[in-house]
């Protein structure tokens, strides 16, 4: 006969903090990303110049949605030319990213559109502030927004702030919900508290 064993609320409420999580698309570390992109040169017999490697970091910011997305820009670049030197990237990148503006914004957008309201207006906010300090979010209403923003892989808890997860990202946004005006966009590099996102 088994024995019957007794589980504490307590030990509930341990169990749901820990399995209950927001999953959001993974970081990829600097170090990560180079050995990502010498295996890249390696299997497709390719040459990227340093510089290369190290600004499409600088785009992705480790974005596992976008690491895979500009290392095939890169194969693509490189296919007749020796070594992709950084000039021809970032020429080509730009023309490419324009072109590529819409296709790469509806995979989000299709997802921002199934979320509230409340959720979008969240956004709209953190797109004028740019980044947020983590501990300062202290109602549920402001922590389930956020939740939902690290789900669809738009913003990334990063230390003790929360940030977009890429430049990308940032820049296909901000065009959309925050457009830049004829004198320019003043953006304001952070907010000291919660208070504003949802109200």
């Not at 600004?55 to 690491?67: H, I, K, N, W």
Request: charged letters at 25%; proline letters at 4%; hydrophobic letters at 40%.
């Amino acid at each position: 006969m088994m024995k019957e064993t007794k589980v504490s609320q307590d030990e509930r409420d341990l169990y749901w903090n820990l399995t209950v999580q927001v999953i959001v698309a993974s970081d990829i570390t600097a170090e990560q990303h180079k050995v990502f992109f010498m295996q890249i040169q390696k299997v497709n017999n390719l040459q990227f110049e340093p510089d290369v490697v190290s600004d499409v970091f600088s785009r992705t910011q480790g974005y596992a949605g976008l690491e895979g997305l500009l290392a095939l820009l890169c194969i693509e670049f490189a296919v007749n030319m020796p070594t992709l030197m950084m000039k021809e990237w970032t020429t080509r990148f730009q023309e490419q990213h324009s072109s590529k503006r819409v296709s790469i914004l509806q995979h989000i957008l299709r997802d921002l559109e199934s979320m509230e309201q409340e959720v979008v207006q969240c956004l709209e906010q953190f797109l004028e502030f740019g980044e947020m300090p983590r501990p300062t979010i202290n109602d549920d209403k402001t922590e389930l927004m956020f939740g939902h923003l690290r789900a669809l892989g738009i913003i990334v808890e990063r230390g003790s702030k929360y940030e977009f997860t890429s430049n990308i990202v940032l820049d296909l946004l901000s065009n959309k919900y925050y457009p830049v005006p004829q004198h320019g966009m003043q953006r304001v590099a952070s907010i000291p508290d919660a208070a504003g996102f949802c109200s």
